[in-house]
């Protein structure tokens, strides 16, 4: 039973364009959230995460939105680059909790 | 090291022979984790240590599995018996502090991993 899902495992985007990604979870206790971008043959790196308490964090090209009454999270890549293609993990916390749930991932391929 | 440090790199595995990957987290980090990443999933938690405690090992499959970590750095995660439903990559993170039992706030980075392969 999947308590992070991300239902799309493959996206691609023309070189420019947005690169929405997307997350869905079951567990209403999860409070923190992280997404990892992961290339092949190294670990996941971190790019950014969301607290419970707001609904919008930007890093630069990178904005996460969370919608807590529909437990859904997504990642907003723009302009998409070349070399933002790997796959993107969504990961979550609760409170009382003392790891990390990932999801599946997402394989983004932006095309030149 | 600057990042968190894992060896091997590769390993090859003859089903039923014992193996052991070691994590040399970030200097000073006080968490750690064990993930097993299977391929095409996102990677699974199997075991975390605060210093030198183990206090989740939930997430171990089987008791073939033992993690420790001595003196609260280095962690070695140990499988006996291995069997080829264990090929995995196997990754260590690590994570500055711990926020009162919370990981809220908390950023854990990750090794490059330990690419286990039982045949």
């Known amino acids: 039973d999947q308590q992070v899902k991300q239902n799309s495992p493959s996206l691609s985007v023309q070189e420019g364009r947005i690169s929405i990604l997307n997350c869905d979870y079951t567990?209403?206790?999860?409070?923190?959230f992280l997404w990892y971008k992961k290339y092949p043959a190294e670990g996941p790196t971190f790019l950014i995460s969301?607290?419970?308490?707001?609904d919008k964090n930007e890093d630069g090209r990178f904005t996460v939105f969370l919608n807590k009454s529909a437990k859904h999270l997504s990642l907003h890549i723009v302009p998409s680059q070349p070399g933002d293609s790997a796959v993107y993990f969504c990961?979550?916390?609760?409170?009382?909790?003392?790891?990390?749930?990932f999801g599946p991932g997402t394989r983004l391929s932006v095309l030149p | 090291g600057a990042g968190v440090s894992q060896s091997p790199r590769y390993k090859v595995a003859k089903r039923g022979q014992d193996v052991a990957l070691r994590c040399d987290p970030i200097?000073?980090?006080?968490?750690l984790f064990w993930y097993q990443q299977a391929l095409g999933q996102g990677p699974e938690f199997l075991t975390y240590?605060?210093?030198?405690?183990?206090?989740?090992k939930s997430g171990l499959p089987s008791d073939r599995f033992f993690a420790e970590r001595p003196e609260g750095s280095v962690s070695t995660l140990k499988i006996q018996r291995t069997q080829q439903e264990d090929s995995a990559v196997y990754l260590c993170?690590?994570?500055?502090?711990?926020?009162?039992?919370?990981?809220?706030?908390?950023?854990?980075?990750f090794g490059e991993g330990s690419w286990l392969t039982v045949v």
């Open positions: 993170a690590s994570s500055s502090r711990w926020a009162g039992g919370s990981l809220t706030g908390n950023t854990i980075y």
């Open positions: 567990n209403s206790m999860f409070d923190y």
């Open positions: 969301i607290s419970s308490i707001k």
């Open positions: 990961a979550a916390s609760n409170p009382h909790g003392q790891n990390f749930v």
């Open positions: 200097s000073g980090h006080v968490s």
């Open positions: 240590f605060q210093n030198e405690a183990q206090l989740d």
